[in-house]
């Protein structure tokens, strides 16, 4: 991945065949892992959690900006790690830049085979 401190992303995880890829107009709801530089976790939807959704990127878009750059073009049940710059994440910047693996779970109705309905398996992490 390039520089930490701008907003960039690396496929960890790609359906071989991608039937349905998010844009900007779609319902999604997405799983996410974070930690901070260091390494420490910063927050998480996969521990025991529900997805974070329904949520378009023309409507209210995620709770981190950097995100809304990273999500469209996206595979359902694809997984990407993001570089989120500090002007680009939580709290209005206020923090270091934080890795965010992310997993496109649901789109516009459907669910991904491999991450449906409970979230990653863990020991993919």
Known sequence: ????????WDEIYKPEECEEIAGVDDELYI???????????FGSLVDNNPPYGPFSLTSKGTFVPALDFAIPGMCLGERRMVAVPPRMGWSGGHHDS???????????GKESEKFAPDGPPKSEF
């Open 1 to 8: 991945m390039r520089n930490k401190k701008a907003l960039a």
């Open 31 to 41: 799983h996410y892992d974070a930690t901070r530089e260091d390494g420490a976790k």
């Open 98 to 108: 934080i890795m965010v693996e992310l997993m496109l779970v649901k789109l516009n």
